[in-house]
């Protein structure tokens, strides 16, 4: 029979301890908040974040941005199409116009959706309502545009994002000046997609050209890797993008430093609202392994990158 071993409480008498002031601590009196008060500025609700955890990852993002904006590196928005359904284009575009953004790169139904609201004024459709009918995504003028568009670009050398920023800004659509790919073709600015064949609703269109999609996304995958390849210094934020935006930044990453390009201290930030795997890795973790710093940013993008528009006019004017 096993006799089971019996405790005795052991006794506290003789613990050892040590002075509260020679301890390190992680947290002190000047990093916590101050209240804010009614009518406070953006600079005065930046100034009296606690300097601590996320609010600390965020200022120093901010800083990051701003000191690649000074010292004129590349400042890198690679995103999903969520951030546009979001609301947030009239902000991209403003930081686009202020030389902050210096490129996008997006998936591939960021163009459905910017096109759509540059042409009605509306997008995002009720996908449960519409595939119960067989209906979803089959807006004739989307499939039909942007198809059209991407094998016109493609014949003049262009990738897809310049075939649809030259469309955009060219028409008279309506709501045109809400279009990123637009303002980006008007800029100047390198608009890149990177589109997974099959994944976007333009693809299930008569219209659909399976050559000049892959070759106009390829074109844009070897634009994006000359951005890339310059980035030292500078900074990419990968916003929203949980698979391809991740894949396709490593990708690029990859062919700089094999052709010899410097690109090692540089600035990842990952926004989301949940963190993922690939843009942990991809972005976050591998980039940086030798050198550089990466941040992950939680939260609602319709939050977050509005805060982050607002901090970085204030730290650049």
Known sequence: MYLMKRY??????????????SRKSKVSHSAIATPAVKGDTMKAFLRKLPDILAARDFTSVVRCIANAHKNRRPVVLGMGAHPIKAGLSPLIIDLMKRGIITALATNGACIIHDFEIAYVGSTSEDVDTELCKGSFGMAGDTGKYLNKAIRDGVRKGYGIGKSVGELIYRSRFRFKKTSIFAHAFELGIPATVHVAIGSDIIHMHSEADGSAIGEGSFNDFKLFAAVVSDLEAGVYINLGSAVIMPEVFLKALTIARNLGY????????NMDFIQHYRPREN???RPTLKKGTAYALTGHHEIMFPLLGAALIEAIG
């Open 8 to 21: 005795k409480p052991l006794s506290l008498k003789k613990i050892k301890t040590c002075s509260l002031t």
């Open 262 to 269: 410097k690109v090692e201290n540089i600035t990842t930030v």
């Open 283 to 285: 972005v976050l973790r």
